[in-house]
């Protein structure tokens, strides 16, 4: 399996009030991916990053930030936690392009915003 | 407007017998397709893929089906175990792209 944690694995926070998740990687691969699941959308981009300090946003990225200032850590940001924004979010790995390397998941993060 | 789509949320099959997994994407662009498994509380693991330039690729009891003039793709499982149920995501990219679009995933259920 492919190294990556995340964390917090739960979390339980208040509308209004910034939350920060974060992925670590032990792979060094250059890209990393932040998606959000929900029932009937399955997984959807919110950013990604194919490089330190280079990132891009992918289909949901509104009421998002991300960082990535080291090759291992990738740091999604809500600043300001809204209800629409309960849902589990995965991190993703990959060495290459989507079309010519497979994406490695993390164990996701369940957030619930109250 | 989703561009990847899988329009069965649920599948039932009995142990033994083929379960097959459909999905269907409207951008021609895509030239690369996986499938995706999830058990509860994990993260997807990957099972299989297939490049545009082939129709059909197999691994063990898996094998994954490209129509591309139908932009359809299917997911094949022979035999079925109990231990394939999950759920099921198909995702497509293309070439040069740094995304993967996923649909909305199946939920398969394989009987003892």
């Known amino acids: 399996d492919a190294g990556i944690t995340q964390s917090p694995r739960h979390k339980v926070t208040e509308t209004g009030t910034p939350v920060t998740l974060r992925c670590h990687q032990t792979?060094?691969?250059?890209?990393m991916y932040w998606y959000r699941q929900d029932p009937g959308h399955g997984l959807r981009l919110i950013h990604y990053?194919?490089?330190?300090?280079?990132?891009d946003k992918g289909e949901v990225s509104d009421g998002y930030s991300v960082s990535r200032s080291k090759t291992e850590d990738f740091l999604l940001t809500l600043e300001s936690a809204t209800s629409s924004q309960t849902s589990v979010y995965f991190c993703a790995i990959g060495r290459q392009l989507p079309s010519t390397d497979t994406q490695y998941f993390g164990p996701g993060t369940r957030l619930t915003v109250l | 407007d989703q561009q990847v789509k899988q329009n069965s949320p649920s599948l039932s099959v009995q142990e033994g017998r083929i379960s097959i997994l459909n999905c269907d994407y409207t951008n021609s662009m895509f030239d690369y397709f996986l499938w995706y498994k999830k058990y509860p509380a994990e993260g997807p693991t990957f099972l299989i893929s297939i490049s545009s330039i082939k129709d059909k690729n197999e691994d063990g009891r898996f094998t994954v089906f490209l129509n591309k003039s139908a932009k359809h793709l299917s997911l094949h499982i022979v035999p079925s175990q109990p231990g394939d149920s999950a759920v099921y995501f198909c995702?497509?990219?293309?070439?040069?792209?740094?995304?993967?679009?996923f649909g909305g995933g199946t939920r398969l259920m394989v009987k003892p």
């Open positions: 995702a497509a990219a293309n070439n040069a792209g740094n995304m993967l679009t």
């Open positions: 990053s194919y490089g330190v300090k280079d990132t």
């Open positions: 792979e060094n691969h250059r890209y």
